[in-house]
RNA sequence: GGCCCCAUCGUCUAGUGGCCAAGGACACCACCCUCUCAAGGUGGAGACACGGGUUCGAAUCCCGUUGGGGCUGCCA
């Protein structure tokens, strides 16, 4: 095989969807893998969807995942001019004819027809074309069309099944079934790697490519047409069910490489017993005939792990420059999510506290997004008060108060390291009559605001004695005031 | 309705006629570890949709049934 050219052609939708992310990796790892080219068009012949603004998003979440097009993008709304040269060889040629029917008159004639569709009322009306006429392909009768699919082997269609379709719209405007084709031959695709929602249509492709042919024969691509991403009820992902726009994730927290990782799992598994693999690992073994040929399901949970083991293995370092846009976002010099600022006052963050408190949430989180809420108190002037957990776990355990106070009078003379105050800190509770486990609840909520988090010592430690013993105090006025 | 695709644990999958009394991962349950919560460790429960063939032998091949999905636009 020669340097493959394949093309990822989504329609522009303003966000990259993951299941396009899916079909765009597959295209990206085949052509990595082959050394070929991997080419980005965009699909836009209907004018609603050739806003470019659409097309931003596309690109970003592309260029986040690490797939940046070889070649392109190629806008089909730059290309009438091509498609308007080819349109007229198909006409000349008696591939088309024209149609003046409306929907409706269609509608009202096929009814009682047993192959619905358009039933070729116009095929032999010999009408002119105008600008109220669209375009049909005269398809065949007899015989069928075979696809050759890479993944599901030989697809037959008879003729007989299928309707002379519109490939041109009475404003004159291509529709994708024929421009499609056109790029494909133009830009020297060897490879249509697409969902599987496509290949119903592929026939018909293939009957404009062999018309096409007539005047100038173009080597047909391969095909291969992916599994369907599916939500928990076996649909294909919408847009108004579930999140679909790649940039949600990324937002939430989801690491790249991990995110990418995950979608490569959907429909291929790497030889072997793993799943984690790096991207190197992805192209070596990445193998189109081994795509499996069942829908699957979009699972965010197992995403979720799989993000979290990405980011326990980030170096320290790495990891808080990962968090960042979390943490300290600077939106005018970099990416920061859309999904908030944090919630403490931008001037108030502390990068050494922050790189201390660094590993201790590395290792608890699967998604970035989480951080914020694990560190917030070390940020803010009072801490944000779980009240659920505040009313278990102080308000109505009687031994709270007597922790609380004893703890302050301990915090007050032991030396202020995490060693000392742990070691001081169970002196407490075990005279209190428990043990640390449940006994550093009500210190927890004073200092923290809530019964969970990271390990308690460390950002005592790193608070301040004298912040510490504020807050103790402040919650012990509140239990004794009531 | 018509055409087309698909069918292994709840989920993603390994399995391409004997190595499968079906392996891994997520989720779930239990235990261990442990300052909370996670993480980690150990163990557990959990699947070849059904019915016919073919074959010495079928999760693997064929047919049918059932079930699911996609397409059926002058959207892509």
Redesign the pocket.
């Known amino acids: 095989m020669g340097a493959p050219r394949v093309r990822f052609?989504?329609?522009p939708t303003g966000y990259l969807h993951v299941g396009n992310a899916r079909t765009a990796l597959f295209n990206w790892l085949f052509a990595r893998k082959h050394n070929g080219v991997f080419v980005l068009r965009i699909?836009?012949?209907?004018e609603?969807?050739s806003r470019s603004s659409l097309v931003d998003g596309i690109l970003s979440g592309l260029s986040w995942l690490g797939m940046d097009p070889d070649e392109g993008p190629y806008r089909?709304s730059e290309r009438t001019d091509r498609y308007a040269e080819v349109v007229e060889q198909l006409w000349e040629d008696g591939y088309l004819y024209a149609?003046?029917?409306?929907?409706e008159d269609?509608l009202a004639r096929t009814r009682n027809n047993?192959?619905?569709?358009?039933d070729g009322y116009c095929r032999e009306r010999e009408l002119e074309r105008g600008p109220?006429?669209?375009l049909r392909f005269r398809t065949p009768d007899t015989g069928s069309t075979v696809v050759h699919d890479i993944?599901?082997?030989d697809?037959?269609?008879?003729h007989a099944?299928?309707?002379d379709?519109?490939c041109v719209?009475?404003?004159g405007?291509p529709?994708?079934?024929l421009?499609?084709v056109v790029d494909d031959r133009d830009t020297k695709i060897t490879h249509v790697i697409r969902g599987?929602?496509?290949?119903?249509?592929t026939p018909k492709g293939l009957l404009i490519w062999s018309a096409l042919d007539e005047r100038d024969s173009v080597p047909l691509p391969a095909f291969a047409?992916l599994?369907?991403l599916?939500n928990?009820?076996?649909?294909?992902l919408s847009k108004r069910r579930d999140q679909v726009a790649v940039e949600y994730y990324r937002d939430r927290g989801f690491l790249a490489e991990a995110f990418r990782n995950y979608l490569a799992?959907?429909?291929?598994?790497p030889?072997g017993?793993?799943?984690k693999v790096d991207v190197e690992t992805l192209i070596r073994e990445f193998r189109l005939?081994?795509v499996?040929?069942?829908?699957?399901?979009f699972?965010v949970?197992?995403l979720?792990?799989?993000n979290?083991?990405y980011i326990?293995e980030l170096s320290t370092a790495e990891f808080i420059d990962a968090v960042r846009p979390w943490v300290a976002p600077e939106p005018e010099r970099g990416w920061a999510p859309a999904t908030g600022t944090p919630p403490w006052p931008a001037e108030r963050f502390d990068e050494q506290i922050f790189a201390e408190m660094a590993p201790?949430v590395q290792?608890?989180?699967?998604v970035l997004s989480e951080v914020p809420s694990m560190v917030d108190f070390l940020f803010l002037d009072e801490p944000v008060i779980d009240e659920q957990a505040w009313s278990e776990r102080v308000a109505r355990d009687p031994r709270a108060q007597q922790i609380l106070r004893s703890a302050i009078e301990a915090y007050e003379h032991c030396d202020w390291d995490?060693t000392a105050i742990?070691a001081a800190t169970r002196a407490v509770v075990e005279m209190a009559g428990t043990?640390?486990?449940?006994g550093?609840?009500p210190i927890?909520l004073a200092v923290t605001g809530r019964?969970?988090?990271?390990?308690?010592?460390?950002p005592l430690e790193l608070l301040g004695r004298t912040e510490v013993l504020r807050r103790l105090r402040s919650a012990l006025s509140r239990v004794e005031a009531v």
């Not at 047993?114 to 358009?118: A, E, I, R, V």
């Not at 928990?232 to 294909?236: A, C, D, G, L, V």
């Not at 019964?451 to 460390?458: C, D, I, S, T, Y």
């Open positions: 052609a989504p329609s699909e836009d012949t209907d609603e969807r089909q149609c003046d029917c409306s929907r269609v047993p192959t619905p569709g358009y109220r006429t669209a993944i599901r082997g697809v037959e269609f008879p099944a299928m309707e379709f519109v719209k009475s404003t405007q529709l994708f079934v421009a499609n599987e929602d496509l290949l119903p249509t047409h599994p369907m599916v928990e009820q076996r649909k294909k799992l959907l429909g291929w598994s030889p017993d793993r799943e005939e081994d499996h040929r069942a829908g699957a399901f699972d949970k197992k979720t792990h799989l979290g083991e326990r201790l290792e608890r989180i699967s995490r742990q043990n640390l486990s449940k550093q609840a927890r019964a969970v988090g990271p390990p308690l010592f460390e």
